[in-house]
């Protein structure tokens, strides 16, 4: 079982930034891919970022393209969202997940089996 626990979110003008920080608990942090999803509301969940094991593969969805960075250390078993050039459309509930899954597949939630409670992030204009 892997517990995650996101952190950082809050409320932030627009072009300001954010850094979202997610912590698991558990041994196997290193076993599993990292991903970023979020839901705005009355909107479906979506792909935000995601993170192969060791962390040297990345893939984000254009929406975000160039204004995120996400990284993980799996020493301290925590994935990070370095959010930039924040956006009103970029508000929403933050979710990481961790999957056993790799490649393309990443960028869909069903591909995820543990999620966080999700933190909130506000853009204001």
């Known amino acids: 079982q892997v517990r995650l626990v996101e952190s950082g979110g809050g409320l932030v003008q627009a072009g300001g930034s954010l850094r979202l920080s997610c912590a698991s608990s558990?041994?196997?942090?290193?076993?599993?891919?990292m991903g970023w999803f979020r839901q705005a509301p009355g909107k479906e969940r979506e792909f935000v970022a995601t993170i192969n094991r060791s962390g040297g593969t990345t893939n984000y969805a254009d929406s975000v393209k160039g204004r995120v960075t996400i990284s993980r250390d799996n020493a301290k078993s925590t994935v990070y969202l370095q959010m930039s050039s924040l956006k009103p459309e970029d508000t929403g509930v933050y979710y990481c997940a961790a999957t056993r899954s790799w490649g393309q597949v990443t960028t869909r939630a069903v591909a995820y089996d543990y999620w966080g409670q999700g933190t909130q992030v506000t853009v204001s204009s």
């Open positions: 558990g041994r196997t942090f290193s076993i599993y891919g």
